[in-house]
T-cell receptor, first 115, second 113 residues
Framework: GAVVSQHPSRVICKSGTSVKIECRSLDFQATTMFWYRQFPKQSLMLMAT?????????EQGVEKDKFLINHASLTLSTLTVTSAHPEDSSFYIC???????????FGSGTQLSVL | ELKVEQNPLFLSMQEGKNYTIYCNYSTTSDRLYWYRQDPGKSLESLFV?????AVKQEGRLMASLDTKARLSTLHITAAVHDLSATYFC?????????????FGKGTRLSVIA
């Protein structure tokens, strides 16, 4: 079964609304999680690194005020797309590394469509 | 800055044929990953290669790593339609185990009868 759970899997929203995406590690603690964005027929681009108990580190060109990341516990990171616009429509994927098992896991992804 | 280049980006091959996908990366790295992605889905882990000369095989797919050449290959043997998907290689950017992956652009494979 999935060891990294990501919800929702699909969301459709109106322009201007905010959308929250959750990423949970189910059976391990993840001090760091990563958020990626993937546009159709393109590769995964790292948006930010989410650190438990501290501020996220954003990649160049990613607006931190638009993509709010909260990593309040060792098993949960959330990405909130604020005031979403159609150009934010994309596939968002989180990942987390289990340092005990030395394995990297990916969430199932969230398809965001902004109308 | 670590760069990961994959080629080809598009591959159409007949069932039963063999082919190789190449993945070059620009700086030293400890780990190289191969993933498969089906449309609308997340990533499925295929292989993790951790050392020079590593070779792993699963079914019709075989991956290898040459860290000196900074090159990994994914070889497809006797392709079948079910292998149609997008394949990504990805490289770990740091040695700590707590760093993100940098992905290649992906190879869209289409296996036709």
């Amino acid at each position: 079964g999935a060891v990294v759970s990501q919800h929702p899997s699909r969301v459709i929203c109106k322009s201007g609304t905010s959308v929250k995406i959750e990423c949970r590690s189910l059976d391990f603690q993840a001090t760091t999680m990563f958020w990626y964005r993937q546009f159709p027929k393109q590769s995964l681009m790292l948006m930010a690194t989410s650190n438990e108990g501290s501020k996220a580190t954003y990649e160049q060109g990613v607006e931190k005020d638009k993509f709010l990341i909260n990593h309040a516990s060792l098993t949960l990171s959330t990405l909130t797309v604020t005031s979403a616009h159609p150009e934010d429509s994309s596939f968002y994927i989180c990942s987390a590394r289990d340092r005990v098992r030395e394995k990297l896991f990916f969430g199932s992804g969230t398809q965001l469509s902004v109308l | 800055e670590l760069k990961v280049e994959q080629n080809p980006l598009f591959l159409s091959m007949q069932e039963g044929k063999n082919y190789t996908i190449y993945c070059n990366y620009s700086t030293t790295s400890d780990r190289l990953y191969w993933y498969r992605q089906d449309p609308g889905k997340s990533l499925e882990s295929l292989f993790v290669l951790l050392s020079n000369g590593a070779v792993k095989q699963e079914g019709r797919l075989m991956a290898s790593l040459d860290t000196k050449a900074r090159l990994s290959t994914l070889h497809i043997t006797a392709a079948v339609h079910d292998l149609s998907a997008t394949y990504f290689c990805a490289v770990d950017i740091g040695p700590s185990g707590n760093t993100p992956l940098v992905f290649g652009k992906g190879t869209r494979l289409s296996v036709i009868a």
